[in-house]
């Protein structure tokens, strides 16, 4: 149950007034057609237990409207759980993760680097389907863009040197790949991880194509080891960002965050609602049980 989620929250308020009159069918002793007024509480006790006052309301029956009123009050607060069964197309505020497996970064440190943003940035993304792309000289498509990130925390955790087919690092064709997996991009983000290697002028017309449709690129640089080359400048990566910045890989909490909020910023009601089973209308259709015990009891 901890997927479990409310679409209409605020009907929770209603509670507090349920509660005041609660506590007043508890604290006041039940009607008795005027006779509490001229009888002590004790012997007025007895004659309600001996049968007496039948026709007035027990303590029971004046129970039923908040009986009532507290399923319907739930129900309209639309307790919800993720669908299985929703398409991918449903939803437009994907992000990739573009994860940089060239020998630079498989082989050193960079590796458990990567992992661990990669991680993190599974955390903080709650609800925006993420998609997962590896990449070296060549890149493919790990995991189509989903909402458990469970499934991809197992992938993350068994990246190895030994993944990709060939020597190299080509940004360039995990962003063209990026590009096409995409539903709608000008509500997706792209999460280049990397150690800045093999950016050339194919990636840079990649980059500046998807940037131009919408969708955003958020570089963030790992500590990469010399291999057979130069170690690429901490700003490589810079002119593929589309706002100029390079994020280094202990500091996607707050790429996290802000990349949270410009998902529910695109997000239409309408739309998260569609990608969750809503129960509501099971719950506020216990209602009806104590409605029809007061409409018996009035008959």
């Known amino acids: 149950m901890e997927d479990l989620i409310l679409l209409r929250p605020w009907w929770l308020g209603a509670v507090l007034p349920l509660a005041l ?11 008795a057609g005027g006779w509490e007024r001229l009888m002590s509480p004790q012997m007025l006790a007895a004659m309600q237990a001996l049968g007496s006052f ?11 409207p908040v009986a009532a009123l507290f399923p319907l009050i739930l129900g309209l607060s639309g307790p919800a759980l993720p ?14 993760l573009a994860i940089d497996l060239s020998a630079s970064v498989a082989n050193g440190r960079a590796l458990l680097q990567a992992q661990q943003a990669a991680a993190a940035l599974l955390q903080g993304l709650p609800g925006r389907p993420v998609g997962l792309i590896l990449y070296g000289n060549e890149a493919f498509a790990a995991s189509a863009p989903t909402t458990d990130p469970r499934r991809l925390e197992t992938m993350i955790a068994v990246l190895d040197a030994g993944l ?21 991009p000008q509500q997706a983000d792209l999460i280049l991880i990397s150690d800045g290697g093999g950016v050339d002028r194919i990636a840079l017309a990649e980059a500046a194509r998807l940037s131009g449709l919408g969708a955003g690129i958020w570089p963030v640089r790992v ?25 280094n890989w202990n500091e996607v ?22 990608g969750y089973r809503d129960f509501g209308p099971l719950l506020a259709a216990l209602a009806a049980v104590p409605l029809l015990m007061m409409l018996r009891r009035r008959s």
């Open 253 to 274: 909490d707050d790429l996290a965050a802000e990349l949270a909020g410009r998902g529910a910023r695109h997000r239409v009601a309408e739309l998260q609602a569609f």
């Open 223 to 247: 500590e990469g080891v010399a291999a057979g080359a130069l170690v690429p400048e901490p700003n490589a990566m810079a002119p593929l960002a589309s706002g100029g910045r390079v994020l």
């Open 54 to 64: 039948s026709g007035s309301a027990s303590r029971g029956e004046r129970l039923l």
């Open 21 to 31: 009159m609660l506590w007043r069918v508890l604290r006041r002793p039940a009607p």
């Open 83 to 96: 669908r299985q069964d929703l398409p991918v197309m449903a939803r437009t505020d994907t992000v990739l």
């Open 164 to 184: 990709m087919p060939a020597r190299g690092s080509a940004p360039g064709a995990a962003i063209g790949l990026a590009a096409r997996m995409l539903a709608n």
